[in-house]
């Protein structure tokens, strides 16, 4: 079985990840980089990081 195209994984420099819809992971990956680096990533530079992951990796 592929990878489910609708679960992401985005992994930050620091070691910080999160796994989710990509509605999830962009909410979660905007929060991060606005809370722990003072920085705001676009859906464009989140999403160019995001790796789709098979359900049973997650």
Do not use: Y
């Amino acid at each position: 079985m592929g990878p489910d195209l609708r679960l992401l994984r985005v992994r930050c420099a620091c070691g910080w990840e999160t796994t989710g819809s990509e509605r999830d992971v962009l909410a979660a990956a905007e929060e991060h980089g606005l809370r722990v680096h003072n920085m705001r990533a676009t859906r464009d530079e989140i999403m160019a990081t995001a790796v789709p992951v098979r359900r049973e990796q997650a």
